[in-house]
């Protein structure tokens, strides 16, 4: 059973840093792009942040958040990370962890996702 846990979230200041992590199981991680979305409003489509290869550490990244947000992996830890810098209240939302076998900027082709964790950015 596969399974993807995200973990790192809280409250920040406005300009403040986070790192999520999302650790798997269950799965090959080391075959697997992974990738992380985030959802502002519930009921909103998730929105696309940033997506890692599996075969070269390739990324994507969103345009809107490219150069405070980081996408990474360490794969003997099965784990994916996001690091956030700058943070602002906009940022707000629940941040989720995705995994599928290639990279893509839509939520749909992912075939496992993690339960998401709560990132309040406020003063």
């Known amino acids: 059973q596969v399974q993807l846990v995200e973990s790192g979230g809280g409250l920040v200041q406005p300009g403040g840093s986070l790192r999520l992590s999302c650790a798997a199981s269950?799965?090959?991680?080391?075959?697997?792009?992974m990738a992380w979305f985030r959802r502002r409003t519930p009921g909103k489509e998730r929105e696309f942040i940033a997506?890692?290869?599996?075969?070269?550490?390739?990324?994507e990244d969103a345009e809107s958040m490219k150069g405070r947000f980081t996408i990474s992996r360490d794969d003997p830890k099965n784990t994916v990370y996001l690091q956030m810098n700058s943070l602002k209240p906009e940022d707000t939302a629940v941040y989720y962890c995705?995994?599928?076998?290639?990279?893509?900027?839509?939520?749909?082709?992912?075939?496992?996702w993690g339960k998401g964790t709560q990132v309040t950015v406020s003063s």
């Open positions: 995705a995994a599928a076998r290639n990279t893509y900027r839509m939520a749909k082709p992912y075939d496992f």
């Open positions: 269950g799965l090959t991680f080391s075959r697997y792009a």
């Open positions: 997506a890692i290869d599996w075969t070269d550490g390739r990324t």
